[in-house]
């Protein structure tokens, strides 16, 4: 019997893929893709807790600097008054800075206005107003003292004078003081009529006073050089129990 010859395909035409082999390669492909998506989800939660581990490492230190800053503000005290307004203090004939017997604790407060009278005047401490004075920087009267020891709590620095008519200081001096007031963050000047000629220039912080006598001893230089020296030293530190508040 005679042998059948196989049909061959027509010249042109395409030959079949085996049978199987297009559905073998779109599973191939489907298991590449899925791998694929896999590998960048996971990169993308690496990036993820990247980003997470340096927010948290920045916070972290963030919060330490914080601390540490607080920390030594609270530690440290006031700073060294200057050789240059030692000096001319010693010129002038001013006593030496001194913490006032009367010395008393912080976060003594009366009612609003109420009246309270100081047994060592100018006051530097005790009992005191809920409102600091922020403004103004130079006063012509006599600012309300409760309010002024309230302002010393917070750092400030008040510089009195006995006025000229009284036999205080004179005005040039008053005037270069004036314009050191104007210039700076949480220095007062106000006139204090009850001061002696003795006292005539009289500068207090928390706990702290200096005074100086009027005459030809304390010239406007000599005076600007010891206010600021005890500026230096004394202004929005932690000589005062709260000294970074307004007007620090």
């Known amino acids: 019997m005679a042998k059948k010859k196989r049909r061959r395909p027509a010249r042109g035409a395409a030959a079949s893929p085996p049978a199987g082999r297009g559905g073998a390669n779109v599973v191939r492909r489907e298991r590449k893709d899925e791998a694929r998506r896999v590998r960048e989800a996971e990169r993308r ?74 047994t060592d005047t100018p006051a530097t401490s005790g009992f005191h107003d809920p409102s600091p004075i922020v403004s103004p920087k130079v006063w012509e009267t006599q600012p309300p003292e409760t309010h002024v020891v309230h302002s010393l709590e917070h750092g400030a620095v008040f510089v009195y004078y006995l006025p000229e008519a009284d036999g205080g200081i004179a005005s040039n001096i008053l005037d270069r003081l004036t314009r050191i007031a104007r210039g700076d963050q949480a220095t007062f000047v106000a006139p204090y009529p009850s001061l002696t000629p003795e006292r005539a220039l009289t500068i207090t912080a928390w706990n702290r006073r200096q005074s100086c006598p009027a005459g030809g001893d304390l010239t406007a230089d000599e005076a600007a050089t ?10 929005c530190t932690s000589n005062a129990p709260e000294g970074s508040n307004s007007p620090c």
Do not use: K
């Not at 690496?46 to 540490?68: D, E, F, H, Q, Y």
């Not at 503000?73 to 006032?100: D, K, L, M, Y």
């Not at 010891?226 to 004394?234: L, S």
């Open 45 to 118: 939660r690496a990036r993820r807790a990247s980003a997470l581990r340096r927010t948290i490492t920045s916070a972290g230190v963030a919060v330490l600097a914080v601390g540490a800053v607080t920390f030594l503000f609270r530690v440290s005290g006031p700073n060294p008054v200057p050789r240059a307004a030692q000096r001319a203090a010693e010129r002038a004939g001013c006593t030496e800075i001194e913490q006032p017997a009367a010395s008393a604790p912080g976060g003594q407060h009366l009612q609003p206005n109420q009246p309270y009278t100081y």
């Open 226 to 235: 010891i206010v600021n020296g005890f500026v230096t030293a004394f202004e």
